[in-house]
C-alpha cells in the first residue's frame, strides 16, 4: 500500500491482514502478517493525503490503518 505506481495486495483471512508489495516485475513479495480482530477490509484514501489506507471491520467495530509511508 504504497504511493507508487507498483500494484500492491491486502488480503484478510482467519484473523490475519497480509500486506504483500509488488516487485515491479510481475510478482510479489512476501507477504508481512499481522493479527487483526475482524476479516473484511476497504482500501481507500480515508484522511485525504493521497495515499492507500486500510479500513478492517470486526464485531466490535471499526480500525482504519493510515497509510504513514514516505513516497
Given at each position: 500500500?504504497?504511493?507508487?505506481?507498483?500494484?500492491?495486495?491486502?488480503?484478510?483471512?482467519?484473523?490475519?491482514?497480509?500486506?504483500?508489495?509488488?516487485?515491479?516485475?510481475g510478482?510479489?513479495?512476501?507477504?508481512?502478517?499481522?493479527?487483526?480482530?475482524?476479516?473484511?477490509?476497504?482500501?481507500?484514501?480515508?484522511?485525504?493525503?493521497?495515499?492507500?489506507?486500510?479500513?478492517?471491520?470486526?464485531?466490535?467495530?471499526?480500525?482504519?490503518?493510515?497509510?504513514?509511508?514516505?513516497?
Open positions: 500500500m504504497r504511493s507508487t505506481p507498483l500494484q500492491d495486495l491486502a488480503v484478510a483471512n482467519n484473523g490475519d491482514l497480509r500486506i504483500i508489495l509488488g516487485n515491479g516485475a510478482a510479489f513479495q512476501v507477504p508481512k502478517a499481522f493479527r487483526i480482530a475482524g476479516g473484511e477490509i476497504a482500501a481507500g484514501d480515508f484522511d485525504a493525503d493521497g495515499k492507500t489506507d486500510l479500513a478492517v471491520a470486526s464485531g466490535s467495530g471499526l480500525s482504519v490503518l493510515f497509510n504513514t509511508t514516505n513516497p
